[in-house]
């Protein structure tokens, strides 16, 4: 399966086990680098993947990155052509 490059704010923030309210917030103020496409923001998923590792202080458990695969197929399953798009620019 092709590895996804961006992945939902509801995404995040289940990965991230935070509100999409704070992910919301943390987006708004550049804890969370995202792109605007229309009213949707893409969060890339190389800087989540960071994230996570810099507060766990390790790897990824299999499990983990079956939860993060889960949603980047869910993101690209609703937001496909967007993303589409987005990768043409």
Do not use: C, W
Not at 1 to 8: T, V
Not at 19 to 30: L, P
Request: no cysteine; aromatic share 6%.
């Amino acid at each position: 399966m092709e590895e996804r490059k961006y992945l939902s704010i509801a995404q995040v923030a289940k990965i991230l086990r935070i509100s999409r309210v704070a992910v919301y917030k943390k987006v708004k103020t550049g804890k969370i680098p995202a792109i605007k496409v229309g009213k949707f923001y893409a969060v890339p998923r190389e800087n989540i993947v960071k994230r996570v590792r810099k507060v766990k202080g390790h790897s990824l458990s299999s499990k983990e990155k079956d939860n993060i695969m889960l949603a980047v197929t869910k993101t690209v399953n609703e937001y496909g052509e967007v993303l589409k798009r987005l990768g043409a620019e």
